[in-house]
Structure formats: structure tokens, C-alpha cells
């Protein structure tokens, strides 16, 4: 009797957890170093974790926010590397019409496995982690929190991301070790009857990697909701004095809490479609109208769930370099609520080619309209800050800005999208694909960035390269307008997106795009080896306060606890080393 591949490797998945369950269980005190108000068990340390084990256990078994902050930023940079080079080879096969650079290696099929690989790793395993990274590291240094609320589902958030990694990234390497469990090729989206008729258990163990993935992501929103309600200092950070970015993450994880069951429920629903012949999506059932109805009503919240953090990032760091406070900062605030509720009703907008009901259709626009209002609050706010600010062009600054600008470019190719005669016409286009990818990457993506610089020296206590800093903003600001916009074009043209082939007519545009895209990449090089190396070979910095935060009176709870842990180091004996850098007031 032949035993099937797909046997092999859940057998394997479910001996490697439980050795790693088995491993964890036989340590003594793992957990010991927690603080009482996070948590824990033993003396309350703060911040500090100073029993912290040594080595590779230390961070297989920490429940410290400040080091899963890290490893979320590690994996989700990990996560951007796999996103950006699958881009690449999507890009690279579609600067000649013909299938001819992939042909060799699964030709469509191949294309369409990256593809589907490609927005799921960007969406779920780069910007998600990477925002996550940034709040479990600062939310409880910004709310005077000893630690996030439940650092032990905090850890377990975390340690569930890589399995379920494994399991959506399986199809692609899975062969090549003789195991015959090929890569999903449904696209992102997952539409039925597509993803309920293809065949291959390699789609299965996708969608399982896709639970995981929302398992995660729900833990985590609790936490973060706990512990900016519940572990907050009221005294010293009274809902009043609450910052931007914490708004940000309050309001995301709502959106999650709500949106995040519904694309559970729907992917249970394929899973039993699939394996136990019920018919939710078929005909007879729902229909492949139920799967786009359930999977955008989480998909486009989800589009904020993603924006919304990095709007209060650079709401957060751009009055830093503008030398004065951000304007209007309860409109901010009132305008990231109201975007949280308003989400809940523009998800049919993408639907509108479906032959919906055009009084729905009609509906569904004029809340999509609706939603532009409070993100042109956010725009004119951080003009308004800029204007007669004395500017610092600073690294997080540059980025800050970029962010403005993609984020106008992607909000206006969307508020045309939202309108129904312009979408009939640009549904299925690239032009969809150049609005998106203004948004994923030019906003989002330069906003993690610029809160990677802002706050590399605290996670470091060093000081990253600025000559490489510069280069990355650059390559990306050119790179990514080049690229997008010539999408956009060739969406005006008539391009359909995901096809790898197309009428040679589109060549040209698809060769800028292409162009745009190495320029990228080129860009994104410089800033994984600048994160790297200055890490562990960057000048220490000789201060607490390297932004000269002090003189504008930002210098927020974040920077003052990173003071005090200055201090306690060089009472406790530490050292600076000698090739400190200066205050690095401009880049």
C-alpha cells in the first residue's frame, strides 16, 4: 500500500510540534524572568528582564515584548525578502509578452503560485508582523505598561506565525525534496469555484497556513487591546495624553476582532467544500457570490487593519522633524474612529462588476466616497504640520513624506475606483494593481520604514548608516513611482492584471514597470544590509535622545524610558564605547 505524500508531511508537521512542545516543557523556569504586572511569575523587573537566559533559549522562549518585538521585525523583513523576490520573478517574465523566463521552471502555473504567494506574504507576513513588531515594542514603553497584558499569549502569537509560514510557503520547496505537494495557484483572493474545484492538497495546506496566520493576528489584537485598557498607566497616560500610534493600534485591533472570525469562517467553509463535499460555495449553496461577500467584508477593513498603524506612525515621527506638534490631533484621532467604522461598509465596492443590485451598488459607493473624508483629514493635518515647521530631512522624515505623497496618489486612483461607471471600466485592470501597490508599498512600506529608522537607536543603541539610509529612500521613492505608475497606465490601456502573458502592445509599459522595479529592489538591498550591519558594527550613540527631541518638548515616554535605562546601564558599571557618533540633529 503506497502511502500518500500528504500523510508524510502532516506526520512530520505534527512530530516537529510536538518535539518543540516537548523541548519547551522540560525547561525549568522558562518564564521565570516575566514581570508581575505582565503576567508572570517571580520579582516584578520591568522593562529590564534582567534574568533573562542567554543564547538561543532566550529567544526561543521569551515572553518579553521588547524581544518579540524583534523577532516579529526579523521575521517580517524575512517575510519582505521572499514577497520582494517573487515580485521580481513576476516581473522580470512579464517584460516580454510570451511566456519565456519561467517557462523552463512551471511556466503559468509557476507564475500563478507566485502570484498567489506574493499579496499573501506582503499582506499577512511582511506588513502585519512588521507593524506588530514596532507595537509590541513601543505600546508598552508609550502607556507606561510594565509589559503587554498576557505575554505568554504574546509569545504563542508570535511562535504560531512560522508554522503557519511553513505551511503557505510549503508548495514551492516541498518538491524539490521529492515530496509531491505543489504550490496554491488560486491568486490572494481565493475566489470559488476556483479554489473549491482546483485540485492538489497543495491548496488545502495553504489554507491551513491561512488559519494560522488569523489565529495570530486575533491573539495579538487582544493583547494589544488589553494592555492599552487595562495594563495603561491612567495617571501618567490618561486617555487624553494617549499617543497617535496607540490610537492606531486600538482602533486596528477592533477592526480585527471583527473582521478576522469572518475570513476564519469563510476558510473553514472552503476547507469542508474541498475534503467533506459540502456545497457553501456551489451552486446549490451560496454560490461564488457568498465568497466574495464574506471574504471582502473582512478583506477591505483589512485594508485599514494594515493602514491605519502606519498613519499613526508617520503622524507620530513627522512633527518630530517638523519641530512642532502635530495640528489638530483630535481630529486625527476622531478620523482614525470614524475609518474604523466606515470600513465595515465599502467592502462591495469591489464587487461591482458582479451584477450586484444597483441600489446597492449605488450605497456601497457613496460610504466609499465617504471614507476619503477622514484620510484628506489626515492629509491636510500633516501639511499643515509641515507648513512653517523648521524642517529636519532626516531619514524617518524623508520616509514620512514619501508616505504623504504615495498615500494622496494611492487615495485618489481609489476614490475613482470607488466610483461605479470609472470601476466597470478599470475593475479587472492594472490599474487596480498600480492604486493598490501605492498604498501596500508606498505608503505602508515607507512608513514601517521610516519608524525603522526613528526608532533603530532605541532597539539597537546604535546609529544606522545614513549615506545608505538616503540611497534606500531614493531608490524606493523612484522606483516605486516609475513602477506604479506605469501600472496605472497600463490599466488606463486596457492591461488585465493577473495574466502572464499579454498583446504585445503592453510591452513598453511593462518594461518600465520592470525597470521601476529593479530600481527597488536596489533600494530595499541597502536597507537590509544597513539594518544588518549597523545592528552590530553601527557608532553607539551618545545620547538618549539622538533626535534632539528635548528642544521641541516631543521627547515622548519611549525616549524617557530608554533615559532611564541609559542611566541604570552606566550606574551599573557599564560602558560607552569610544567611536560614539553625534547627535545626528540632520541626515
Same mark, same amino acid.
Do not use: C
Given at each position: 500500500?503506497? *502511502?500518500?505524500?500528504?500523510?508524510?508531511?502532516?506526520?512530520?508537521?505534527?512530530?516537529?510540534?510536538?518535539i518543540?512542545?516537548?523541548?519547551l516543557?522540560?525547561?525549568?523556569?522558562?518564564q521565570?524572568?516575566?514581570?508581575?504586572?505582565?503576567?508572570?511569575?517571580?520579582?516584578?523587573?520591568?522593562?529590564?528582564h534582567?534574568?533573562?537566559?542567554?543564547?538561543?533559549?532566550?529567544?526561543?522562549?521569551?515572553?518579553d515584548?521588547?524581544?518579540l518585538?524583534? !523577532?516579529?521585525?526579523?521575521?517580517?523583513?524575512?517575510?519582505?525578502?521572499?514577497?520582494? &523576490?517573487t515580485?521580481?520573478l513576476?516581473?522580470?517574465?512579464?517584460?516580454?509578452?510570451?511566456?519565456?523566463?519561467?517557462?523552463?521552471f512551471?511556466?503559468?502555473?509557476?507564475?500563478?503560485?507566485?502570484?498567489?504567494?506574493h $499579496?499573501?506574504?506582503?499582506?499577512?507576513?511582511?506588513?502585519?508582523?512588521?507593524?506588530?513588531?514596532?507595537?509590541?515594542?513601543? /505600546?508598552? !514603553?508609550?502607556?507606561?505598561?510594565?509589559?503587554?497584558?498576557?505575554?505568554?499569549?504574546?509569545?504563542?502569537?508570535?511562535?504560531?506565525?512560522?508554522?503557519?509560514t511553513i505551511?503557505?510557503?510549503?508548495?514551492?520547496?516541498?518538491?524539490?525534496?521529492? /515530496?509531491? %505537494?505543489?504550490?496554491?495557484?488560486?491568486s490572494?483572493?481565493?475566489?470559488?469555484?476556483?479554489s473549491?474545484?482546483?485540485?492538489?492538497?497543495?491548496?488545502?495546506?495553504?489554507?491551513?497556513?491561512?488559519?494560522?496566520?488569523?489565529?495570530?493576528?486575533?491573539?495579538?489584537?487582544?493583547?494589544?487591546?488589553?494592555?492599552?485598557?487595562?495594563?495603561?498607566?491612567?495617571?501618567?497616560v490618561? @486617555?487624553?495624553?494617549?499617543d497617535?500610534?496607540?490610537?492606531? /493600534?486600538?482602533?486596528?485591533?477592533?477592526? /480585527?476582532?471583527?473582521?478576522?472570525?469572518?475570513?476564519?469562517?469563510?476558510?473553514?467553509?472552503?476547507?469542508?467544500?474541498?475534503?467533506?463535499?459540502?456545497?457553501?460555495?456551489?451552486?446549490?449553496?451560496?454560490?461564488?457570490?457568498? @465568497?466574495?461577500?464574506?471574504?471582502w467584508?473582512?478583506?477591505?477593513?483589512?485594508?485599514?487593519?494594515? *493602514?491605519?498603524?502606519?498613519?499613526?506612525?508617520?503622524?507620530?515621527?513627522?512633527?518630530?522633524?517638523?519641530?512642532?506638534?502635530?495640528?489638530?490631533?483630535?481630529?486625527?484621532?476622531?478620523?482614525t474612529?470614524?475609518?474604523g %467604522?466606515?470600513?465595515?461598509?465599502?467592502?462591495?465596492?469591489?464587487? =461591482?462588476t458582479?451584477?450586484?443590485?444597483?441600489?446597492?451598488?449605488?450605497?456601497?459607493?457613496?460610504?466609499? !466616497?465617504?471614507i476619503g473624508?477622514?484620510?484628506?483629514?489626515?492629509?491636510?493635518?500633516?501639511?499643515?504640520?509641515?507648513?512653517? $515647521?523648521?524642517?529636519?530631512?532626516?531619514?524617518?522624515?524623508?520616509?514620512?513624506?514619501g508616505f *504623504?505623497?504615495?498615500? &494622496?496618489?494611492?487615495?485618489?486612483?481609489?476614490?475613482?475606483?470607488?466610483?461605479?461607471?470609472?470601476?466597470?471600466?478599470?475593475?479587472?485592470?492594472?490599474?487596480?494593481?498600480?492604486?493598490?501597490?501605492?498604498?501596500?508599498?508606498?505608503?505602508?512600506?515607507?512608513?514601517?520604514?521610516?519608524?525603522?529608522?526613528?526608532?533603530?537607536?532605541?532597539?539597537?543603541?546604535?546609529?544606522?548608516?545614513?549615506?545608505?539610509?538616503?540611497?534606500?529612500?531614493?531608490?524606493?521613492? %523612484?522606483?516605486?513611482?516609475?513602477?506604479?505608475?506605469?501600472? !496605472?497606465?497600463?490599466?488606463?490601456?486596457?492591461?488585465?492584471?493577473?495574466?502572464?502573458?499579454?498583446?504585445?502592445?503592453?510591452?513598453?509599459?511593462?518594461?518600465?514597470?520592470?525597470?521601476?522595479? =529593479?530600481?527597488?529592489t536596489? $533600494?530595499? #538591498?541597502?536597507?537590509?544590509?544597513?539594518? @544588518?550591519?549597523? +545592528?552590530?558594527?553601527?557608532?553607539? #550613540?551618545?545620547?538618549?535622545?539622538?533626535?534632539?527631541?528635548?528642544? +521641541?518638548?516631543?521627547?515622548?515616554?519611549? @525616549?524617557?524610558?530608554?533615559?532611564?535605562?541609559?542611566?541604570?546601564?552606566?550606574?551599573?558599571?557599564?560602558?560607552?564605547e569610544?567611536?560614539?557618533?553625534?547627535?545626528?540633529?540632520?541626515?
Amino acid at each position: 500500500m503506497a *502511502v500518500s505524500p500528504e500523510l508524510v508531511f502532516s506526520v512530520l508537521m505534527g512530530l516537529l510540534l510536538l518535539i518543540v512542545a516537548g523541548w519547551l516543557t522540560r525547561l525549568e523556569d522558562w518564564q521565570a524572568y516575566t514581570p508581575v504586572g505582565g503576567g508572570g511569575y517571580g520579582e516584578s523587573t520591568g522593562h529590564g528582564h534582567e534574568e533573562k537566559p542567554a543564547g538561543l533559549t532566550r529567544w526561543l522562549t521569551t515572553v518579553d515584548h521588547k524581544d518579540l518585538g524583534i !523577532l516579529y521585525s526579523l521575521f517580517g523583513i524575512v517575510a519582505f525578502a521572499w514577497g520582494g &523576490i517573487t515580485a521580481m520573478l513576476m516581473r522580470v517574465e512579464l517584460t516580454t509578452p510570451g511566456m519565456d523566463f519561467l517557462a523552463s521552471f512551471g511556466g503559468i502555473g509557476l507564475y500563478n503560485a507566485l502570484l498567489t504567494t506574493h $499579496g499573501i506574504t506582503m499582506l499577512f507576513l511582511f506588513a502585519a508582523p512588521l507593524i506588530f513588531g514596532f507595537a509590541n515594542y513601543m /505600546i508598552p !514603553l508609550l502607556v507606561d505598561a510594565d509589559d503587554m497584558a498576557f505575554p505568554r499569549i504574546n509569545a504563542i502569537a508570535f511562535w504560531i506565525l512560522p508554522f503557519a509560514t511553513i505551511l503557505m510557503w510549503a508548495g514551492f520547496f516541498l518538491p524539490l525534496i521529492g /515530496i509531491d %505537494i505543489q504550490a496554491a495557484k488560486t491568486s490572494w483572493t481565493l475566489y470559488t469555484p476556483l479554489s473549491t474545484q482546483m485540485q492538489g492538497t497543495g491548496v488545502d495546506v495553504f489554507l491551513l497556513g491561512f488559519h494560522l496566520s488569523g489565529f495570530s493576528t486575533t491573539m495579538g489584537a487582544i493583547n494589544f487591546i488589553a494592555t492599552i485598557v487595562a495594563e495603561r498607566d491612567s495617571v501618567s497616560v490618561p @486617555w487624553s495624553k494617549l499617543d497617535i500610534f496607540s490610537w492606531t /493600534i486600538l482602533t486596528q485591533g477592533g477592526l /480585527i476582532l471583527f473582521a478576522f472570525p469572518i475570513l476564519t469562517a469563510a476558510i473553514t467553509m472552503l476547507l469542508l467544500d474541498r475534503n467533506f463535499g459540502t456545497t457553501f460555495f456551489a451552486g446549490a449553496g451560496g454560490g461564488a457570490m457568498l @465568497w466574495q461577500h464574506l471574504f471582502w467584508f473582512f478583506g477591505h477593513p483589512e485594508v485599514y487593519i494594515l *493602514v491605519l498603524p502606519p498613519m499613526g506612525l508617520v503622524s507620530l515621527i513627522l512633527p518630530r522633524f517638523a519641530g512642532r506638534k502635530l495640528f489638530g490631533f483630535k481630529f486625527v484621532v476622531y478620523s482614525t474612529l470614524a475609518i474604523g %467604522i466606515l470600513s465595515f461598509g465599502v467592502w462591495a465596492h469591489h464587487m =461591482f462588476t458582479t451584477g450586484m443590485n444597483p441600489r446597492l451598488t449605488a450605497s456601497f459607493m457613496a460610504i466609499s !466616497l465617504a471614507i476619503g473624508i477622514p484620510s484628506a483629514v489626515k492629509v491636510f493635518n500633516w501639511i499643515t504640520t509641515l507648513w512653517n $515647521g523648521k524642517l529636519r530631512m532626516t531619514a524617518p522624515m524623508l520616509f514620512s513624506v514619501g508616505f *504623504v505623497q504615495n498615500f &494622496i496618489i494611492g487615495g485618489v486612483t481609489g476614490v475613482f475606483l470607488a466610483a461605479v461607471p470609472f470601476d466597470l471600466v478599470m475593475q479587472d485592470t492594472y490599474y487596480v494593481v498600480g492604486h493598490f501597490h501605492f498604498i501596500v508599498f508606498g505608503a505602508i512600506g515607507f512608513a514601517l520604514f521610516a519608524a525603522m529608522y526613528y526608532w533603530f537607536p532605541i532597539m539597537t543603541g546604535r546609529m544606522y548608516d545614513r549615506k545608505l539610509a538616503l540611497w534606500h529612500f531614493w531608490l524606493s521613492i %523612484i522606483g516605486g513611482n516609475v513602477t506604479f505608475i506605469a501600472m !496605472l497606465i497600463l490599466g488606463y490601456g486596457g492591461m488585465p492584471r493577473r495574466y502572464a502573458t499579454y498583446l504585445p502592445q503592453f510591452m513598453t509599459w511593462h518594461a518600465v514597470a520592470t525597470v521601476g522595479a =529593479f530600481i527597488m529592489t536596489f $533600494g530595499v #538591498i541597502a536597507f537590509i544590509w544597513n539594518i @544588518w550591519q549597523s +545592528s552590530k558594527y553601527g557608532k553607539r #550613540i551618545d545620547s538618549a535622545d539622538p533626535w534632539n527631541l528635548k528642544q +521641541s518638548d516631543q521627547f515622548s515616554n519611549e @525616549w524617557q524610558w530608554y533615559e532611564g535605562k541609559r542611566q541604570t546601564m552606566l550606574a551599573d558599571g557599564g560602558e560607552e564605547e569610544s567611536d560614539d557618533v553625534e547627535s545626528n540633529t540632520a541626515d
